[in-house]
């Protein structure tokens, strides 16, 4: 676990949302008002990843607008990644983010931190890259799951599966 504080931008934002859900909460249960608190819950969790990822991008937008894509989280993201590749060469990462637009910008972040773009494969509903990678994703015959000839691990162990011998789909 990294902690990783917001900036300043993120900061105001979020306190923005808190506000709104302490007002959202004081209105009656059942009113619009009350109903409103889930979205501005899951607005601060997007504020708390990137300043600008409450704001509607998608894939297309994310890459035209001129929003940098940088944030405190992405650039310790691409921190560690480049210090991981620096100590392990040959190490790939599995990075789950749930919102298109920053799939995009930690692609343009990884690529300024020095990956090469053709070492990063982005998978949404965007790319065709799933389609690409599928075919050499496998287990092999310990279960052990493989990318390639490469074996897929985490910071616990490499990962398992009960099929052995599969291909991953």
Known sequence: LVRVDMNAAQDAKYEQYVEQVKKALKAPPKSKERAQVLGLLARMALVAIHPNLDEGYDWKTAASSSVTPHSPKFDKLAQNVMRDRRQK???????????????????????????????????????????????????DEQGLARYKSFLLTTAHGPCRASLTSANIR
């Open 89 to 139: 060469p040959g190490c790939g990462h599995i990075i789950f983010v749930d919102n298109v637009a920053a799939h995009r910008w930690v692609v343009e972040v990884l690529v300024e931190a020095g990956m090469p773009r053709d070492r990063i494969a982005v998978l949404n509903a965007k790319t065709k890259a799933w389609d690409k990678i599928s075919k050499h994703m496998t287990t």
